[in-house]
């Protein structure tokens, strides 16, 4: 077996001192300027305190995602760059009057604003109903309470099923 050298191959480096400093290379106007002012000059002592952000309360964080929910089922996207009508209008063939529409008939992709509105709160009422419907299976509460909460959940979710 071959003796081992002591010395393994030693690796030298190209990098020196004189590369490392660009201090010597720096114009020296340049240098002045950036050490002479702060040589007499400190910079004082802020005690500035970081701004405390607390968290939203629960209710909060629910009413803007209701409120993000209804206006993305109702079409506000839509609305802003279609720039469709408020209300539609049509002539009555038999008495010459015109009339408002609120559902817009012959486009499937199409909507009057307050139709998108209307639906928009339709789904947001059916989704409050069965929210109701869950507090309604809450043990804690009183059994007037309760039964409150079932008929308005219910009532909720039959009136949005229907008016849609």
């Given at each position: 077996m071959p003796p081992k050298s002591e010395n393994p191959v030693q690796h030298t480096s190209s990098f020196t001192a004189t590369d490392s400093s660009s201090a010597g290379s720096m114009d020296p106007i340049f240098h002045a300027i950036r050490i002479l002012p702060f040589s007499f000059l400190r910079p004082p002592r802020l005690r500035l305190k970081l701004p405390s952000i607390s968290l939203p309360s629960s209710n909060v964080v629910f009413a803007l995602v209701?409120?993000?929910?209804f206006m993305v089922v109702s079409g506000i996207v839509y609305d802003i760059?279609?720039?469709?009508?408020?209300?539609g209008s049509t002539q009555d063939p038999y008495t010459g009057s015109v009339r408002p529409v609120v559902f817009m008939s012959g486009r499937v992709n199409g909507q009057y604003i307050i139709e998108g509105l209307s639906s928009g709160f339709m789904f947001v009422l059916g989704g409050i109903g069965i929210i109701m419907l869950d507090l309604a299976l809450d043990r804690n509460r009183d059994r007037s309470v309760k039964v409150s909460y079932a008929s308005a959940g219910?009532?909720?979710i039959v009136i949005a099923y229907v008016m849609r």
């Open positions: 209701l409120l993000t929910y760059i279609v720039e469709p009508p408020g209300i219910v009532s909720s």
